[in-house]
C-alpha cells in the first residue's frame, strides 16, 4: 500500500504544474552539484588530521575504504533514483521500499545529516575567511569570531554566509547551480596547482613508516586510531553525493541524468583524494599535519607562499560550494516530507516566481546560522558521520528488498552484480559505523528517540497516506 501511494503521487508531481519545480538541471549540473558538495571539508581539512593522528601515509588506504563503501551505495542511490524518483533522497526510496515509519526515521537522520553538515562547514568556512582577512590586514575582532562556549559572543562569519546562501537558493535553483559550477571550477583549478607542484617535491621517505598505527586499535582514553579508523573519519569528504538524488524533481532527465551525476562525481572525486592524500603525505612528514590547513601548509613547508596562499583562497570557494549544494539538498528533503504530510504543510509551498520552497529555505537558513555561530566546530561535526551510514544502509538494503517486492518495477539503471554489490554495500558502512566513538551513537540514539516521539505525535495521525486510509 505505502508502495502505491507513493508512486501515485510521484507520477502526479513530474509535473512542473503540480509540483511547482522547475526542470532546468542538466547531467553536468547534477554532477557539479556532486562535486561541490563532496570536494571541500575532506579534502582540505581531514585529509592531514587523519593522516597525523590516525593512519599515517595510509591515509591513502583510509580513503580508498571509505570511497569502496560509498561506492557500493552510490550505485544503489541510483537505481533507486532511476526508477523511484523524487527529490527526497533516502527518504523518498525508504517510503517506497519500505512504508511511512521507516521513511520519517531516516527523513528524520537526514535532517540531522545535512543541518548540522552546514553548520559544521560554515565554521571551518568562518576559520578560512578569518584568516584571509587578518592577511590582508583587516582582521575582524575575536570575539566576533568565537561560539560562546570558546570564549567569544557570536561566529559571525559563519552566520552571515549562511545567510548570504539562503538569499541566493531562494533566487533559484539554476541560479544557485550557475553559482556553484563557478566556484567548483575554482576549486578543481586549486587542487590542480597543489598537484602540479607537489609532484616535483615529493620525498618518497615522507612515506616511511606507511602504516604507523596499525589497521585499529582502542587506545585507553576511547580514542581509535589505524587505517580503519581514519577510514569512519575521511568518510566525511563523501558527505554530499547523495545531494545529487534530492534533485530528482529538478533534472531535466532524471532518469538517465541522476545515476550519471551520482556515479561521475563520486568516481571523480574518489580519485582526487586519493592522489591529494598520497601527494600530501610525500612532500611533508605526516606529523607536520595536524592543522586546520594541512593542504595549505604543506606548501608552505616546502616554500611555496604564494600557492599557499592562493589554496587558502580556493579552499574559501569550495567549502562554499560544500554549504550551497547540503543547503540545497536539506530543503528539498523537508520539501518532500511535507507534502506526503509527515511536517507541516506550511513547508510545501512552493514560491511561484523563483519555483522555490522560500518557506523552508528561510527557516532552515536561520536556524542553522544561528547554529553555526553559537555552536563550536567540534560539537557540530560528530553526529554527520553516523547519521550518513545509516541512511546508506538502508538504501542499500532498499535495493535488494524492492528486487524482491517488486520484480516488474521500471529500472532505467540496475546496480550491478545484485544483490552482492548492495550486500557489500550494507556491511562496509555498517563497519564503518561500529569504528564510530560510543558518544556518538548515544547522541544519535536520542536524536531518533525524539524523532520516533514526533512522529507517533503528529507525522502519524496527519500523513497523506494515514488520510488516504
Not at 538524488?245 to 532518469?255: K, V
Request: hydrophobic share 55%.
Amino acid at each position: 500500500m505505502a508502495l502505491q501511494i507513493f508512486r501515485t503521487k510521484q507520477v502526479v508531481n513530474d509535473s512542473e504544474f503540480e509540483t511547482g519545480l522547475k526542470r532546468c538541471l542538466s547531467a553536468w549540473d547534477l554532477a557539479f552539484l556532486g562535486i561541490g558538495a563532496i570536494i571541500g571539508t575532506g579534502i582540505f581539512v581531514l585529509t592531514g588530521i587523519a593522516a597525523a593522528t590516525q593512519s599515517g601515509p595510509a591515509v591513502v588506504l583510509s580513503f580508498i575504504i571509505a570511497g569502496f563503501a560509498c561506492a557500493f551505495a552510490a550505485l544503489a542511490y541510483a537505481e533507486l533514483a532511476a526508477a523511484v524518483g523524487g527529490c527526497g533522497s533516502a527518504y523518498g526510496y525508504s517510503y517506497a521500499a519500505f512504508g511511512e515509519l521507516i521513511a520519517w526515521i531516516i527523513g528524520w537522520d537526514l535532517l540531522l545529516e545535512y543541518g548540522i553538515s552546514v553548520a559544521a562547514v560554515a565554521n571551518g568556512w568562518s576559520g578560512y575567511f578569518c584568516n584571509a582577512l587578518s592577511a590582508i590586514g583587516i582582521p575582524l575582532p575575536e570575539m566576533l569570531t568565537k561560539a560562546p562556549k570558546l570564549g567569544g559572543l557570536i561566529n559571525l562569519p559563519a552566520s552571515a554566509i549562511i545567510l548570504i546562501l539562503m538569499g541566493l537558493l531562494i533566487l533559484g535553483v539554476k541560479q544557485s547551480a550557475k553559482a556553484n559550477n563557478a566556484m567548483v571550477f575554482v576549486k578543481l583549478i586549486t587542487i590542480a596547482i597543489f598537484i602540479s607542484i607537489a609532484v616535483f617535491n615529493v620525498n618518497p621517505e615522507n612515506w616511511h613508516p606507511f602504516m604507523p598505527f596499525g589497521w585499529f586499535e582502542t587506545l585507553p582514553n576511547g580514542k581509535t586510531i589505524g587505517v580503519l579508523a581514519g577510514s569512519s573519519i575521511v568518510f566525511f569528504a563523501y558527505v554530499g553525493f547523495d545531494a545529487v538524488s534530492t534533485a530528482a524533481e529538478e533534472a531535466q532527465n532524471p532518469q538517465r541524468d541522476l545515476p550519471i551525476g551520482i556515479v561521475t562525481s563520486l568516481l571523480f572525486c574518489t580519485v582526487i583524494y586519493i592522489v591529494v592524500s598520497g601527494l600530501l603525505t610525500g612532500v611533508v612528514p605526516y606529523t607536520e599535519l595536524n592543522v586546520s590547513s594541512p593542504v595549505a601548509h604543506a606548501l608552505k613547508l616546502i616554500g611555496f607562499n604564494w600557492a599557499s596562499a592562493l589554496i587558502s583562497t580556493g579552499v574559501i570557494a569550495g567549502l562554499t560550494t560544500v554549504m550551497l549544494v547540503l543547503y540545497y539538498g536539506l530543503t528539498r528533503i523537508i520539501f518532500a516530507m511535507s507534502r506526503d504530510g509527515l511536517l507541516s504543510e506550511f513547508f510545501s509551498e512552493v514560491n511561484p516566481t523563483t519555483h522555490t520552497p522560500v518557506r523552508v529555505i528561510v527557516l532552515c537558513g536561520v536556524l542553522m546560522a544561528i547554529v553555526a555561530g553559537f555552536m563550536p566546530l567540534g560539537d557540530l561535526a560528530e553526529l554527520v558521520n553516523i547519521g550518513t551510514l545509516a541512511a546508506f544502509v538502508l538504501v542499500c538494503f532498499g535495493v535488494i528488498f524492492m528486487r524482491i517486492t517488486q520484480p516488474d518495477l521500471h529500472r532505467p539503471f540496475r546496480s550491478p552484480f545484485s544483490p552482492l554489490f548492495p550486500i557489500l554495500g550494507m556491511i562496509s558502512c555498517s563497519a564503518l559505523m561500529a569504528f564510530l566513538p560510543a558518544l556518538t551513537w548515544l547522541r544519535f540514539v536520542v536524536w531518533l528517540t525524539i524523532g520516533i516521539i514526533i512522529y507517533f505525535s503528529y507525522s502519524f495521525h496527519n500523513s497523506k497516506l494515514a488520510k488516504s486510509n
